[in-house]
């Protein structure tokens, strides 16, 4: 059964980057034509899309964010990352880890997230 | 961007009830059929439950069905069981950016 957990530091200051992990298990990231990808929860809002990737490093990122954002494969620890720079309090979400299993991006497979505050 | 709205907010309903949520999109889908539903309950992992507007994904019961295109489109519930209350979420996938619904939550 694949499973995918987040990590990372659950707060942030201001200004500096966030960076998180997703490490994938049950399957490797490499197998068939899986893409890989983070979605963002803010508090009381809906959820916005990050951006996916190819564990080959193709990536796909959303325009609303993509002037700061970078994902990258690990394929020898099976990991995903996530790196935000210049983060805000806006920034401030539960963030997801996702799989989409072909290059139609649906997910079927999710972390159960992480929350990120971005705060002094 | 493509809006995701669902309706209702919120829906009460008792076990062995039909729910019926609507997720309307701002503009056709380019690809008419490329939305997906979610289940999702606090502190769990969202959990897919239709890709294609009406596949079901795998393990999920034939109580839930899906169905619509263009810029409409239903999840439906059949036989309302406890486990079943959660809050669902409708995503595109057809335009990027991908979008999601800002979700229905279905209670007792």
């Known amino acids: 059964q694949l499973q995918v957990q987040e990590s990372g530091p659950g707060l942030v200051k201001p200004s500096e980057p966030l960076s998180l992990t997703c490490t994938v298990s049950?399957?490797?990231?490499?197998?068939?034509?899986?893409?890989w990808g983070w979605i963002r929860q803010p508090p009381g809002k809906g959820l916005e899309w990050i951006g996916n990737m190819y564990y080959s490093g193709a990536t796909y990122y959303n325009p609303s964010i993509k002037s700061r954002v970078t994902m990258s494969a690990d394929t020898s620890k099976n990991q995903i990352s996530l790196k935000l720079i210049s983060v805000t309090a806006a920034d401030t979400a539960v963030y997801y880890c996702?799989?989409?299993?072909?290059?139609?991006?649906?997910?079927?497979?999710w972390g159960r997230g992480i929350l990120v505050i971005v705060s002094s | 961007e493509i809006v995701l709205t669902q309706s209702p907010g919120t829906l009460s309903l008792s076990p062995g009830e039909r729910a019926t949520l609507s997720c309307r999109a701002s503009q056709s889908l380019s690809s008419s059929y490329y939305l997906a539903w979610y289940q999702h309950k606090p502190g769990q992992a969202p959990r897919l439950l239709i890709y294609g507007a009406s596949d079901r994904a795998a393990g999920i019961p034939d109580r839930f069905s899906g169905s619509g295109s263009g810029t409409d489109f239903t999840l439906t519930i059949d036989r309302l069981e406890p486990d079943d209350f959660a809050v669902y979420f409708c995503q595109q996938y057809g335009d990027s950016p991908l979008t999601f619904g800002g979700g229905t939550k279905v209670e007792i």
């Open positions: 996702a799989r989409s299993p072909t290059s139609k991006y649906y997910f079927d497979y």
């Open positions: 049950g399957d490797s990231i490499t197998s068939g034509s899986k893409y």
